[in-house]
């Protein structure tokens, strides 16, 4: 999973991360703080070649909620 592999250098948890499934909690479960979740976003963005607006990351709490906007940032890149 390539938002794993994102997610890996920050998550103080490690056998949450080997367990990531999409209910797993950036803060609670992983352990990432506020501060470097703002580098988490930074990286899926240069991973995933989006850009993700300040309103996008106020929704996302979980790997499912990242993995949500991800995909619409990539449907609508791709439609234009």
Not at 15 to 40: G, H, P, Q, Y
Not at 64 to 70: E, F, G, L, R, S
Request: aromatic residues 6%; negative net charge; charged residues 30%.
């Amino acid at each position: 999973m390539k938002l794993k592999e994102v997610i890996k250098p920050y998550s103080q948890n490690p056998e949450a991360l080997e367990n990531i499934s999409a209910t797993t909690d950036f803060t609670n479960d992983l352990k990432i703080n506020s501060a470097n979740l703002v580098d988490v976003f930074l990286d899926v963005e240069e991973a995933f070649e989006i850009e993700l607006e300040n309103s996008s990351l106020e929704k996302i709490a979980n790997v499912y909620d990242a993995i949500d906007v991800i995909e619409l940032k990539l449907q609508e890149k791709n439609q234009a």
